[in-house]
């Protein structure tokens, strides 16, 4: 519960931040050259309207995280969504149907699985930021990350989907279905699928997790969002240039959310787990 707490203050702090922060990063009249790199308030040369600080461009830390932290949130649910959508079709197609239509399936699962996914999610974004024309890529970066994180994504819950569809498929309510002559497009939809989306949504809950990670490592290597739009990645990858030079809170602030963040929907994650598995009652 109280990873549950934190989570939800976690994202309504971020998706409320036009009203929640205190200046708009995006609003060039809100934003000084002259109050760049300044330290947190209770440090010496702080100032009390920068509690966190600012940035080397005279941002204020505090809000620059809550903008950012709400562009990582909709990437990683972006990135999770399509993954679930594409692994849980995928999946429930081969478990549902078998036969040479699951082998192929699981055959490209595990070749993508074998693959490091961090990997895998540069190779995408550098194939779909080549076929953008230059003058596009920074205005669909935030559509090819998501895309890139999505395609990553999917084996899991492929398997996840496949597993139980087998387990659902063999049933007596099922066979009773295929009895009676419905379509096999309605038992699945009806029967199956309802049954095989508990624990895929368990596995979509700590998926959320590990896309933030996912995208926080591409900006971090310069392979995600761009500095004009910062996310969690940006802004420490921005404030590790600068770590070596005093500016310690540049990076330090961000890394402290990105960790509460994905430490929070971890451990949610498991408590659903533990809440929607019938033998641990």
Not at 207 to 214: E, F, P, S, T
Not at 225 to 236: A, V
Not at 256 to 275: H, K
Request: hydrophobic content about 55%; aromatic content about 8%; overall charge neutral.
């Amino acid at each position: 519960m109280i990873a549950a707490l934190i989570t939800i203050v976690c994202i309504v702090c971020t998706l409320f931040a036009p009203w929640i922060a205190p200046f708009d990063p995006f609003d060039p009249a809100q934003i000084s050259l002259w109050d760049g790199k300044l330290p947190p308030s209770w440090v010496d040369g702080g100032q009390a309207q920068y509690f966190l600080g600012t940035d080397n461009q005279g941002r204020d830390m505090l809000s620059t995280i809550l903008y950012g932290g709400r562009l990582s949130i909709l990437v990683g649910l972006a990135a999770v969504c399509l993954g679930m959508v594409l692994g849980v079709t995928l999946g429930v197609i081969s478990g549902y149907f078998g036969g040479l239509t699951d082998t192929i399936i699981m055959r490209i699962a595990d070749i993508q699985l074998t693959i490091p996914g961090i990997l895998l999610a540069i190779l995408i974004n550098g194939i779909g930021r080549t076929l953008l024309p230059l003058e596009m890529r920074d205005d669909f970066a935030i559509f090819v990350v998501i895309i890139a994180i999505g395609l990553t994504d999917w084996p899991q819950f492929a398997r996840v989907a496949r597993g139980a569809t087998l387990v659902e498929s063999q049933k007596e309510y099922v066979q009773a279905a295929r009895i009676i002559g419905l379509p096999q497009r309605l038992i699945i939809l009806r029967h199956v699928l309802p049954n095989v989306l508990r624990p895929v949504l368990v596995i979509a809950t700590i998926g959320l997790a590990l896309a933030v990670i996912a995208e926080a490592t591409l900006s971090f290597l310069g392979q995600g969002i761009p500095p004009t739009t910062p996310s969690l990645g940006t802004l420490i990858r921005v404030g590790n240039e600068y770590l070596f030079s005093g500016l310690w809170w540049i990076t330090l602030f961000p890394a402290i959310a990105l960790v509460v963040l994905v430490f929070a929907v971890n451990l949610l994650g498991d408590w659903m787990r533990d809440a929607l598995n019938p033998k641990l009652r």
